[in-house]
């Protein structure tokens, strides 16, 4: 998009560009309308011990309160007691400089962020198959001449809008489009096939559907022998999972399975795509392997038009992930275990390496953790609104009220900023400059319109004066600035409060610190991202090619072949009982957004979708004596939340479900599982047990 600003007002304007042609969702039209909310933090505020409210205060007074706050906590309890919460909208040098805070300034390992809850275990599934973790590993584009076209647990109809534009021409080119989902939701209505299994049981459909691709020999033994390696255990795995068991474990009849492989197999470009519906399970990572299986097993990776690809669900959930505010990683996608990155990456950052924290614990475990005796005492937020977005959200927000100093930088009050000590007033989308990474590795460039307001400052410049007050105000002797000039430090690295708030120099840094990784910006200058329309990475030299397109000669591993994993069904991790007979699941809608703390205030988004609501099967709700409209609860083991029930026909009549964006009585996630991934630490936000009763 472009924007335009004009007598103090702000226009979105299309652009045609190659990956939305112009097109955005109703929230990028009317995201300007929040520039100038009259909710809209302007100063920052401090708690007040007498009154327990929050007032506005000065810069100096909130960085002082923070500053020996976190000195307190740390003398008492040592520096894993700070700990740090991002999120994945922040741009990648913002999610560096985090990442960097952390583990210098304040020389905790205690980092994690709100994509934990997002593209985790599709990264972690990608990460063992093919050594890399891409959300699409080929352009956006090849979605469009795709013959056939999965997409499991994926609603971009309602999610992201402007990628239906691709499957559209699919479809016009009379390409085939299935999609797996418990709903039948915006997606679905548009497929050419739709199958509907029960919540929890996406593993045993893959393993279905490579038994089938096995049997009527759709599969490709010349790829398997040469490029990957691994499948004589997957060929046994799947030979118990005849459809007819896969049927009678998730409803979805024998005839679909097999026309929805027959599809696969016999396409001469297919695309497998899994998004949140298939990744939000404590088995999350077994389920995206057994998609990938399939796709390996039918040899599409690495072909034009044909692959496996994960859709990304936040602003910038690819990048935000690649450069250090996930706990296990440093920049450049790099493992904070591995003695060689750790040494890159220190001699970028002019500290020891064995100064370096190691890896910390994934974003639920975290929260979970707060306040208590083992865990941290006090924790910093960027970008993110757990007390709204977590599982078990009320064991959450109590995790957060017994914190001895919570910090909140937002540009509105959320859920989650209520119950700070501090709160830091941030800038905009439209008031910085820095760089985003889209679901291809394209790497984008986002340019500020116009200054924040006078009083307003940006996460960069936060990060920066939190740094120097750390210094100033003493610290262990091993402490040093982050910037600090230093014989390993290559020429051009932000030395001061002002570089280190500059957007530009900081991603002259992340160039340095991702060189050789994975995630590989070192070729990625602003210059040459303004010069085109994006860089793929890996891009290591400024005068070499991007990557648009892996795995056509190689995969990311270290002989070149994709892993098969054997992976096998397991139940959820709570099933339904005679107290909590339904499943519950969640998911979005059209008009809001993640925890709705920006949608919620949009006038027009507000009139499209007021207030939550609870889905129900008709016969559900006539043996529940409940109409529509009618306020309904729903329970769980772990709490409630109360909405109006909204009856359709289009979801199973044991399953019930609500999206995720609103607080309060309202908060979804009071009932959602808090049982995680044992591999990505995923939760289990798509299925758990609950009973639903007129509120």
């Keep these: 998009m472009t924007l335009r600003e004009e007598a103090d007002s702000v226009s979105v304007l299309p652009r045609d560009f190659p990956t939305n042609r112009g097109g955005l969702c109703q929230k990028g039209w009317t995201s300007t309308e929040l520039l100038g909310h009259p909710d809209r933090l302007t100063s920052p505020l401090l708690r007040d011990p007498a009154s327990g409210e929050l007032r506005p205060a000065s810069w100096d007074a909130a960085l002082d309160r923070i500053t020996s706050g976190i000195r307190d906590v740390q003398e008492q ?88 534009r691709w499957l559209t021409e699919q479809r016009e080119r009379g390409g085939k489009l299935i999609v797996v989902d418990p709903r039948v939701t915006a997606t679905a209505r548009q497929a050419d096939l739709h199958l509907q299994p029960l919540p929890g049981t996406d593993l045993a459909v893959a393993n279905a559907l490579l038994h089938v691709a096995l049997t009527e020999g759709y599969v490709d033994g010349e790829y398997i022998a040469t490029r990957t390696t691994g499948f004589t255990a997957v060929k046994r795995t799947v030979a118990g999972w005849w459809p007819a068991r896969a049927e009678a474990l998730s409803g979805v009849p024998v005839a679909d399975l097999a026309e929805t492989a027959r599809a696969l197999g016999t396409a001469g470009r297919a695309i497998i795509l899994t998004a949140r519906g298939a990744e939000q399970h404590a088995k999350g990572v077994d389920t995206v392997t057994g998609f990938v299986n399939l796709a390996l097993a039918l040899g599409l990776p690495g072909r034009p038009g044909s692959g496996y690809g994960c859709l990304t669900g936040q602003g910038n959930g690819q990048g935000g992930r690649e450069h250090g505010q996930k706990a296990d990683q440093l920049p450049g996608y790099r493992r904070i275990d591995d003695l060689e990155a750790r ?104 340019r500020a319109l116009r200054p924040p307001p006078a009083d307003v400052r940006t996460d960069l410049a936060i990060l920066a004066a939190l740094t120097t007050r750390l210094q100033t105000q003493g610290r262990a002797p091993s402490y040093r600035l982050v910037h600090s000039k230093g014989p390993l430090l290559t020429a051009g690295t932000p030395s001061d409060e002002a570089d280190a708030a500059d957007p530009h120099a900081v991603f002259a840094e992340l160039r340095r610190a991702s060189a050789g990784g ?10 040459r991202i303004d010069a085109t329309d994006g860089v793929f990475w890996p891009c290591p030299d400024d005068e070499g090619p991007d990557s648009p397109r892996l795995f056509t000669d190689r995969f990311a591993t270290a002989d070149g072949l994709a892993r098969f994993h054997p992976v096998e069904h397991r139940p959820a991790a709570e099933e339904v009982c005679a107290d909590y007979p339904l499943h519950f699941t969640t998911g979005r809608v059209l008009a809001q957004y993640q925890s709705g703390t920006q949608t919620r205030r949009v006038a027009a988004l507000r009139r499209a979708a007021p207030e939550a609501f609870v889905e129900l099967h008709p016969d559900l709700a006539e043996r529940l004596g409940v109409a529509d409209g009618e306020p309904v609860r729903v329970r769980s083991r772990r709490g409630e939340f109360q909405a109006p029930a909204r009856l359709s026909p289009g979801i199973r009549p044991d399953t019930v479900f609500a999206p995720f964006h609103w607080g309060g009585r309202a908060r979804a996630n009071s009932v959602t599982n808090d049982a995680v991934d044992p591999i990505s630490g995923m939760p289990e936000f798509k299925i758990c047990a609950v009973r639903v009763e007129k509120a």
């Design 77 to 164: 309890h040592g520096r894993d007691a700070v700990a740090v919460f991002g999120g994945g909208g922040l741009t990648n040098e913002k999610a560096y400089a985090l990442g960097r805070f952390a583990r210098v300034a304040l020389g905790t390992r205690h980092i994690d962020y709100n994509g934990r809850f997002c593209m985790s275990s599709a990264a972690a599934a990608g990460m063992r198959a093919f050594g890399v973790d891409r959300g699409l590993p080929f352009p956006l584009s090849d979605l469009g001449r795709a013959d056939t076209l999965l997409l499991v647990g994926a609603n971009p109809a309602e999610t992201m809008p402007p990628l239906m």
């Design 343 to 446: 040494a890159h990456v220190a001699r970028v950052w002019g500290v020891p390496a064995d100064e370096l924290p190691g890896p910390g614990v994934p974003a639920y475990q975290l929260l979970d953790s707060l306040g208590t005796e083992a865990g941290p005492r006090a924790l910093l937020v960027f970008g993110s609104n757990p007390v709204v977005s977590a599982p078990r959200a009320a064991r959450v927000e109590g995790r957060l009220r017994d914190l001895d100093l919570l910090v909140v930088a937002d540009f509105l009050l959320s859920e989650t900023a209520a119950l700070a000590d501090v709160v830091l007033p941030t800038a905009q989308w439209a008031e910085e400059d820095g760089t985003m990474t889209n679901l291809e590795g394209r790497v984008l460039r986002r």
């Design 518 to 527: 994975i995630a590989d910006y070192a070729g990625i200058s602003w210059d």
